[in-house]
């Protein structure tokens, strides 16, 4: 493989993945269509205090699909010094 489809690949890769990393904030609980057992979701819908956000996980198995919980936790900004 040359360097040149090497880099193309690398560069395809990490726009893949920031692209997937973006996407786990949504603005409803009711945008979060697909939970996944162990995922977590970012909502962004005032229910939380100043400098929170709301985390959706899907913590367990029921018969009828992932339960969800939820709860309060710091929102990640960018680093101050």
């Known amino acids: ?3 040149c489809r090497a880099a193309r690949l690398s560069v395809l890769i990490s726009a893949a993945l920031a692209t ?5 904030t ?6 979060i269509v697909d939970l996944k ?7 962004d819908d005032g229910t939380c205090p100043a400098g929170q956000v709301k985390e959706v996980r899907g913590s367990k198995m029921s018969d009828k699909g ?3 919980t939820s709860s309060c936790v710091a ?4 680093k101050s010094k």
């Open 1 to 3: 493989m040359s360097l």
């Open 20 to 24: 997937v990393a973006h996407a786990a």
């Open 26 to 31: 949504v603005g409803r609980d009711q945008d």
């Open 37 to 43: 057992l162990g995922q977590r979701v970012m909502v």
């Open 66 to 68: 992932v339960v969800r």
């Open 75 to 78: 929102r990640y900004g960018p």
